[in-house]
């Protein structure tokens, strides 16, 4: 039971994690309107919108191929994407967290 508990824990934070990372880097592309950039994500990266909208929103963990073609289709690196997932503090997570389940 632990196991299973802590396993669902980790889980969750690297969805968050990820989502959180995304954000950041589509922050910092100049022109986003968030629901034309997800198309256009999904568009470049030959998805569904809906399943670039589940990673951004923290409701799925991407396999590593998915997680690869949206970072290339955002015009960032996997280096680029790396940085912003190992800068994020705890805190950093409990507001995102907050933030995404109003």
Do not use: C, W
Request: glycine share 0%.
């Amino acid at each position: 039971m632990l196991i299973a508990f802590v396993k669902k824990e980790t889980d969750e934070n690297i969805k968050l994690k990820i989502a959180f990372s995304l954000r950041k880097l589509l922050a910092t592309i100049e022109e986003h309107p968030v629901a034309q950039s997800y198309n256009k994500i999904a568009v470049t990266a030959y998805m569904r919108k809906a399943t670039v909208s589940d990673i951004f929103n923290a409701k799925s963990i991407p396999n590593s191929l998915t997680l690869f073609l949206i970072i290339e289709a955002m015009g960032f690196s996997l280096i680029d994407f790396a940085k912003v997932y190992d800068s994020i503090q705890n805190s950093d997570l409990l507001e995102f967290k907050k933030k995404i389940t109003k």
